[in-house]
């Protein structure tokens, strides 16, 4: 139902590393518009994790990587922690909403 | 610390009407656009109502358009969304975030305030 595609849930082991996909369309990610990457706890702000695609704002450890192509998006961690265990959400703009939309969410699991 | 603190959320009747609050500190609020995102109770994050620095231009998404008033008063760093015309659908947490929506990032977001919406 989000204009941004996630898959609700991705898991690993601590060390390991894991990637979430954001999957859009033309009017948004294969238009060209930059994605965003947040981190969620329940409870507490959400932090802004990779912003335009693939860089890091001060602070967010480098384990964070993003990267872009096409219609899609992806978030990597690699070097798993137990702290990681969080929901993450990409975010861009869709030209046909004329607004930002984000993905439904991914729930990280630190096995 | 750069910081958003929301206020005035809780449970309100359909049809009601409730009016948060986003209190802003240590940065010049004025030279941002603001946004208020919410997060219904087992969904994903939706971008509500965004406003330009100086108030002057507001936008918001189709679902709360002609419902829901967004504005801010730069003197008291203040954020606001008047929610008028309240239904079940708009139970959510809402968060303030600084930000514009039209490509770029959130960067700073509050902790939001629960608005529930039901009889």
């Known amino acids: 139902q989000s204009v941004l595609t996630q898959p609700p849930s991705v898991s690993g082991a601590p060390g390991q590393r894991v990637t979430i996909s954001c999957t859009g369309s033309?009017?948004?990610?294969?238009?060209?518009?930059?994605v965003h990457w947040y981190q969620h706890l329940p409870g507490t702000a959400p932090k802004l994790l990779i912003y335009?695609?693939?860089n890091r704002p001060s602070g967010v450890p480098d384990r964070f990587s993003g990267s872009k192509s096409g219609t899609s998006a992806s978030l990597a961690i690699t070097g798993l922690q137990a702290e990681d265990e969080a929901h993450y959400y990409c975010?861009?703009?869709?030209?046909?909403?004329?607004?930002?939309?984000f993905g439904g969410g991914t729930k990280l699991t630190v096995l | 610390e750069v910081q958003l603190v929301e206020s005035g959320g809780g449970l309100e009747q359909p049809g009601g009407s409730l009016r948060l609050s986003c209190a802003a500190s240590?940065?010049?609020?004025?030279?941002?656009?603001m946004s208020w995102v919410r997060q219904a109770p087992g969904k994903g994050l939706e971008w509500v109502s965004a406003?330009?620095?100086?108030?002057?231009?507001?936008y918001y998404a189709d679902s709360v358009k002609g419902r829901f008033t967004i504005s801010r008063d730069n003197y008291k760093s203040t954020l606001y969304l008047q929610m008028n015309s309240l239904r079940a659908e708009d139970t959510a947490v809402y968060y303030c975030?600084?930000?514009?929506?039209?490509?770029?990032?959130?960067?700073?977001w509050g902790q939001g305030t629960l608005v529930t919406v039901s009889s």
């Open positions: 975030a600084r930000g514009n929506p039209w490509g770029d990032p959130f960067d700073i």
């Open positions: 240590a940065f010049t609020f004025s030279n941002y656009a």
């Open positions: 406003i330009g620095g100086s108030g002057g231009s507001t």
């Open positions: 033309s009017s948004n990610i294969g238009a060209g518009y930059d």
């Open positions: 335009d695609n693939n």
């Open positions: 975010q861009s703009y869709d030209t046909s909403l004329s607004g930002s939309v």
